[in-house]
């Protein structure tokens, strides 16, 4: 698809151009936070979260800076799967 200029109307897209603007915008989030994402991203407790991240297991998919956690969604299922 040709690539859209961001100065475009809306009223001038077609309804392809459209709904490739609109995937772009609605794309799922890359990144979630703290040991709630984890236990999101996994489908656990907090508790197992914390334990699956004290085990080193998913040590390449976060990053922790003091109490701030970013854990890679990817990467961490991947990682995951493999253990």
């Known amino acids: 698809m040709k690539k859209i200029d961001p100065a475009t109307p ?3 897209l077609t309804v ?3 709904l ?3 995937k ?4 799922e989030k890359k990144y979630e936070y703290g040991l709630k994402g984890l236990a999101k991203i996994l489908g656990c407790s907090l508790s197992k979260a914390s334990e699956v991240k004290s085990s080193g297991m998913l040590d390449a998919a976060i990053v ?3 109490n701030i956690i970013i854990i890679d969604k ?3 299922l991947q990682l995951f ?3």
């Not at 772009?24 to 794309?27: A, D, E, L």
């Open 10 to 12: 809306i009223w001038q």
């Open 16 to 18: 392809g151009e459209f």
């Open 20 to 22: 490739e603007v609109s």
């Open 24 to 27: 772009n915008i609605n794309s």
């Open 64 to 66: 922790q800076n003091g």
């Open 74 to 76: 990817e990467k961490a």
């Open 81 to 83: 799967g493999k253990k």
